[in-house]
C-alpha cells in the first residue's frame, strides 16, 4: 500500500515536472516569437525626415493609432528611446492637432472618427460610413478604387472591426461585423490583412460568429484572391489580390501571427506595383485596447510596435518620392496623464482619468508631397478633405447616396 502510494506520488511529480517543463517551453517560444519589441531599434538620431519639395501625390498611406494621444506618445518616447529623443512617428517633418468630436457628442467612438477621416462627414457614433439616417458616404478608398488605384487595409484587431470598416464598408451599427464581412467581399479591396476570422467562418466551424453557412474566406478565394492565414503564408504571397486573416479575434502578435510592421511591408510591397498608385489606411488598432483597460505595458506594446510600422511605411515613402504619409489617430482614449518620474531613469509615474475615450485632441504628422497642408488646428473632418484634395478626387466629401 505505502510503495504504491509512492510510486503513485513519483508518476504525478514526474507529470507536473513535465507539464512545467511543456509550460516553460511555450512560454519561452512565445517570447522569443513576439517579434515587435524585440526588433524595435530607435532612430539613429533626432533630425526629422526630409520636405519634399512637391505636390504630387500618387500614394497615400494613412497610419491610424487608435486611441494614440499626445501623452501615449510621450511615455512611448520616455520608455523606449528617451525624453529628449524621438519616436519615427515624431520625425514626420508637418505637425498639426486633430479635434474629434462626434456629429451629435463630444466624445466620440472608433466609428464615427474613422468615418469622418474616410467620408468626410461627421457623423453619430456607431455608424460606420452612414448617416444617422441610412444613407452611404463615399470613402476615400472607394475614390481610389476610381481612380483605379489599388487599395488596402490592415489592421491588429478583427478585420471588422469599426476604423478599418469606416474605409471598405457601410452599415448602421458597427457591431455588425459579420455583415461587414460580407460587404468586404463585394468591395473588391486588393489587400485585407488582420484578425477576426470568426467572422469569416460557417456557424458549424468552432469559434464562428456566424449565423449562416456562409464561408466568407472561401468566397474571397473564389475570386481569385489568396487567402493567407500566418506569417508564412503571407510573406509568400505575390497575387495582387490577398486577405490574410490571422486570428479568430484580436491578433496577439506572436507567431505564427506577422507583426503590424510586417503586414505594411508586404502590402506595400504588392499595391507599390499598380502603376496608378495605392491607398493604404493601417490601423494600430490595440493601443485603444490597453488604454481601455487601464493598461500601460500593454498599450506601450502596442505603441511601439505601431511606430516600427511607421518607419517602414515613411521609408518606402522616401524612396519613392510621390507618397503621402499620414500618422494620426481617432481619439484618445484613457485620459492618460504622465504625473511624475522625477529624476531621470526614475520609474514613470501616470494616471488614468478614465476606461473610456475622451475629446481630447490628437496629434497629425505628415510627410512627403503636400504634407504642408496638414499644419494647423482643425477637424477630424479635414484629414479626409485634405487627403481627397492631394489625390484630386473631384467635389469631397460626396453626396451621400441610398444604398
Ligand atoms: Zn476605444
Keep these: 500500500m505505502q510503495l504504491l502510494h509512492k510510486k503513485s506520488l513519483q508518476i504525478i511529480s514526474v507529470k507536473i515536472i513535465l507539464l512545467v517543463f ?115 458616404l463615399p470613402t476615400l478608398l472607394e475614390l481610389s478604387q476610381e481612380k483605379n488605384k489599388a487599395v488596402g487595409l490592415i489592421t491588429t484587431v478583427q478585420s471588422t472591426h469599426a476604423t478599418m470598416a469606416s474605409f471598405g464598408a457601410h452599415i448602421i451599427n458597427r457591431n455588425m461585423q459579420a455583415a461587414i464581412a460580407e460587404q468586404y467581399v463585394e468591395s473588391n479591396i486588393d489587400i485585407i490583412l488582420g484578425g477576426g476570422r470568426s467572422y469569416y467562418l460557417p456557424q458549424n466551424m468552432r469559434g464562428s460568429n456566424r449565423k449562416d453557412d456562409r464561408d466568407i474566406l472561401w468566397e474571397f478565394a473564389d475570386r481569385g484572391y489568396t487567402v493567407a492565414s500566418n506569417y508564412a503564408e503571407l510573406m509568400a504571397a505575390d497575387n495582387e489580390k490577398l486577405i490574410g486573416i490571422f486570428s479568430m479575434d484580436e491578433m496577439k502578435s506572436v507567431r505564427p501571427e506577422p507583426s503590424i510592421e510586417e503586414m505594411v511591408r508586404k502590402a506595400v510591397e504588392i499595391l507599390s506595383k499598380d502603376e ?24 506601450l506594446r502596442e505603441l511601439i510596435a505601431f511606430d516600427w510600422a511607421v518607419k517602414t511605411a515613411v521609408e518606402f515613402a522616401i524612396q519613392d518620392n510621390n507618397t503621402l504619409v499620414i500618422v494620426t489617430a481617432d ?16 520609474e514613470l509615474e501616470y494616471n488614468w482619468a478614465t476606461t473610456g475615450h475622451t475629446p481630447t485632441p490628437v496629434p497629425v504628422r505628415a510627410f512627403g508631397p503636400g ?24 467635389n469631397f466629401p460626396r453626396p451621400k447616396y441610398k444604398k
Excluded at 281 to 288: H, L
Design 331 to 346: 481619439h484618445e482614449t484613457g485620459g492618460l496623464i504622465l504625473t511624475g518620474g522625477g529624476m531621470w531613469g526614475e
Design 22 to 136: 511543456l509550460f516553460l517551453f511555450q512560454l519561452s517560444n512565445g517570447s522569443v516569437l513576439a517579434q515587435d519589441i524585440n526588433a524595435y531599434t530607435p532612430p539613429p538620431d533626432n533630425s526629422d525626415y526630409p520636405i519634399v519639395h512637391h505636390r504630387n501625390v500618387k500614394n497615400v498611406i494613412l497610419l491610424i493609432g487608435d486611441g494614440m494621444g499626445f501623452n501615449q506618445i510621450l511615455s512611448g518616447r520616455i520608455k523606449f528611446v528617451g525624453a529628449m529623443n524621438k519616436l519615427y512617428m515624431d520625425k514626420l517633418p508637418i505637425s498639426g492637432v486633430q479635434f474629434t468630436h462626434a456629429d451629435d457628442q463630444l466624445i466620440t467612438d472608433s466609428a464615427s472618427s474613422a468615418t469622418a477621416i474616410s467620408s468626410g462627414y461627421k457623423t453619430k457614433n456607431g455608424l460606420i460610413a452612414m448617416t444617422p439616417d441610412s444613407m452611404s
Design 276 to 299: 496608378d498608385g495605392f491607398f493604404l489606411m493601417v490601423e494600430g488598432g490595440q493601443i485603444d485596447w490597453g488604454a481601455h483597460d487601464n493598461d500601460f505595458e500593454y498599450m
Design 371 to 394: 504634407a504642408e497642408d496638414f499644419a494647423g488646428f482643425y477637424q477630424n473632418t479635414e484629414i479626409g478633405v485634405k487627403i481627397a484634395n492631394l489625390m484630386k478626387f473631384e
